[in-house]
């Protein structure tokens, strides 16, 4: 994928892990880009300004020109692969890559990032206690999916590191930043280690 220098903007939170995930493949693919922070926890994100760019009111949101702007990350990780190694050329592959992306979203991130959300921006209340039990029981099913999975491979799809692994990389491996423990799952660890050693990899603090 070729995209002119300059054009480029990606309004970001730094902890984010679903900004994270953009950040990351940019960087990887030699993409330049100007990070813009968008302080969700002031606001930032709700103001009439940020919601004309993307009315759902959340980050990342990647703008390529005035007129061209790209919310939700996995749709954005889609578009910037196209094209390049992350994302393959066969359809059977490119399918499961989506299937992926969509268990990310519904099954991971959900119960996953969630309590790390919590338990690092906000007081645990008794109802929110209560919630986390839940968030924990579906986050841990989410988790023993992909250890299942990657005891037979090196990475998500067709042994290749594709935006699969940067999408369920994003939250998976700062997962006991919510209470999660990994211990169990040597899979799902090594395969945390093994994306980390990917050339351009960059930490989730990383600006």
């Known amino acids: ?53 993307n009315p759902n009111g959340r980050i990342p949101v990647l703008e390529l020109n005035a007129e061209e702007r790209l919310a939700e990350s996995n749709a954005i990780l889609v578009y910037l692969a196209e094209g390049t190694p992350f994302f ?57 999916v992909m250890e299942r999975h990657l005891a037979r491979r090196a990475f998500f799809v067709a042994d290749e590191y594709t935006i699969a692994d940067i999408a369920l990389f994003a939250y998976t491996h700062v997962a006991h930043e919510g209470g999660f423990d990994l211990a169990p799952f040597g899979a799902v660890r090594a395969w945390v280690e093994r994306v980390r050693s990917q050339r351009g990899h960059i930490p989730i603090t990383a600006g």
């Open 1 to 53: 994928m070729v995209i002119a220098a300059g054009l480029i903007r990606l309004y970001d939170f730094l902890s984010s892990g679903n900004a994270y995930k953009v950040r990351l493949l940019m960087t990887q693919l030699g993409i330049p880009f100007e990070r813009v922070d968008i302080d969700i926890l002031k606001g930032e994100s709700r103001t009439d300004a940020f919601l004309a760019m």
């Open 88 to 144: 393959p050329k066969a359809r059977w592959q490119r399918a499961k890559v989506l299937e992926w992306l969509f268990f990310e979203q519904y099954s991971h991130e959900p119960n996953i990032a969630t309590p790390r959300f919590w338990l690092t921006h906000f007081p645990i209340t008794e109802d929110r206690r209560a919630a986390l039990e839940q968030k924990y029981r579906l986050g841990y099913e989410a988790l023993d």
